[in-house]
């Protein structure tokens, strides 16, 4: 792992440890993502920490220390979600989005998932990025109108390309090949340079086993996630179904 990550990890444990001594009666975090939360997790006794993101399933979330099994309603964390509107004809990305606000000089931990549907974004930020947020008249080249009154629309749909193909065994290398369209050798160098987060966490084992529902992603390449792994074929091999988030 890169040492500026390390020590960086270091310093958001040790701030949480500090949150769990302090013993207050509600602690928040700034947003953390997935790889973050599942090594704070490692730290926390279960029934004393609750991540929320603004919706269920988010996968960028604020963590909240509290007292055992006192866990805080949705509406106690500081988090605003903003919904822009622009016409279906124009097409927004992720990136758009995150550009504006980082060029606002947005700090990265302020914002939260940003949930692109057309005609529609819904993103969710806390602090700062409230405020800056609902100034964006413009999101790269396209006009928007903005608003922090509605509720999230529960219809937001991940949109998913299916990846089928037979690898020999689940391996986390075979997996790789299938889904990167890249030959065993390149895949097994991506792997051990540390590109390789699975279910949000570094792995470098080229042999490590999935099983359906595990999640990895490529740096530059995106994530992925396992949807099925069927009964080996006449010539022994595994049929698979991945996943990849587009």
Wanted: overall charge neutral; aromatic content about 8%; proline content about 5%.
């Amino acid at each position: 792992m890169d040492p500026k990550q390390q020590d960086a990890d270091r310093i958001l444990i040790a701030h949480v440890n500090d949150m769990v001594r302090r013993n207050a009666w509600r602690s928040f975090t700034a947003f953390l993502d997935m790889r973050q939360y599942t090594l704070l997790r490692r730290e926390l006794q279960q029934g004393t920490y609750r991540f929320f993101g603004g919706y269920e399933d988010a996968q960028r979330g604020i963590l909240c220390i509290h007292p055992m099994d006192v866990p805080p309603e949705d509406s106690e964390y500081p988090i605003t979600c903003l919904t822009y509107t622009f016409p279906a004809a124009y097409t927004l990305t992720h990136r758009d989005v995150l550009g504006s606000l980082m060029a606002q000089q947005v700090q990265r931990d302020t914002v939260g998932d940003i949930l692109v549907s057309p005609g529609r974004i819904q993103c969710f930020v806390t602090g700062a990025a409230a405020s800056v947020g609902m100034q964006l008249t413009r999101i790269g080249r396209v006009g928007v109108k903005v608003t922090d009154t509605l509720p999230f629309a529960d219809d937001y749909q991940q949109e998913t390309r299916s990846i089928r193909a037979t690898v020999s065994s689940p391996r986390l290398d075979a997996i790789l090949r299938s889904a990167l369209q890249h030959g065993r050798g390149a895949c097994v160098d991506i792997i051990r340079s540390g590109a390789v987060m699975l279910n949000y966490q570094e792995c470098t084992d080229p042999a490590r086993q999935l099983g359906v529902g595990d999640v990895f992603s490529v740096r530059g390449y995106g994530k992925f996630s396992v949807k099925e792994i069927g009964e080996p074929t006449k010539k022994d091999r595994l049929p698979v179904v991945i996943e990849k988030y587009v």
